[in-house]
T-cell receptor, first 110, second 114 residues
């Protein structure tokens, strides 16, 4: 089983739609979770850290479900500029190891 | 804040030559930096973890004698691709770790070996 798994998509949604991505992780002791966004041929950029209590930043909401071992990212009122690949990253807190999901591709359609 | 630079952004070299890529954290100190490689339409692949003042830790399958990593200061790590071959052509990205395990990525270096 992979350390981190994401649905690769692609997700094609109309502008203004709400879209949600999930990411499952295998190590129940994992403590640090992140969502990154990566545009084509660019480096990943940190979108949000995911806290136990969940966190919100504008149209973006991240949540952690420890019981089911997944994190989620919700994007409300999608914009064309949200089109990108969204990467889930988990640190199992065993040193400096990080596990990346393969990414979920989102295309927002006008 | 949390800016990471990489240099060069793009390099074309001939087979058999060596290429050095620099990764700098501009506004914070990073005891740990990471080097990744990414092929088109594939996910990031961790090559090695670079710790300031100590030897890098390489992932399985990554040749340490081919990909030389030096992390001489808290703001600079370098990756040298030695005796480059066309199959080494890829997008190389570094990241620097800040507090709370947050990683900030450099803009990447696109290497083409002819």
């Amino acid at each position: 089983r992979k350390e981190v798994e994401q649905d690769p998509g692609p997700f094609n949604v109309p502008e203004g739609a709400t879209v949600a991505f999930n990411c499952t992780y295998s190590n129940s002791a994992s403590q640090s979770f992140f969502w990154y966004r990566q545009d084509c041929r660019k480096e990943p950029k940190l979108l949000m850290s995911v806290y136990s209590s969940g966190n919100e930043d504008g149209r973006f909401t991240a949540q952690l479900n420890r019981a089911s071992q997944y994190i989620s990212l919700l994007i409300r009122d999608s914009k064309l500029s949200d089109s990108a690949t969204y990467l889930c990253v988990v640190n199992p807190n065993t040193g400096n190891q990080f596990y990346f999901g393969t990414g979920t591709s989102l295309t927002v359609i006008p | 804040g949390a800016v990471v630079s990489q240099h060069p952004s793009r390099v074309i070299c001939k087979s058999g030559t060596s290429v050095k890529i620099e990764c700098r954290s501009l506004d914070f100190q990073a005891t740990t930096m990471f080097w990744y490689r990414q092929f088109p339409k594939q996910s990031l692949m961790l090559m090695a973890t670079s710790n300031e003042g100590s030897k890098a830790t390489y992932e399985q399958g990554v040749e340490k004698d081919k990909f030389l990593i030096n992390h001489a200061s808290l703001t600079l790590s370098t990756l040298t691709v030695t005796s480059a071959h066309p199959e080494d052509s890829s997008f190389y990205i570094c990241s620097a770790q800040r507090e709370f395990y947050e990683q900030y990525f450099g803009p990447g270096t696109r290497l083409t070996v002819t």
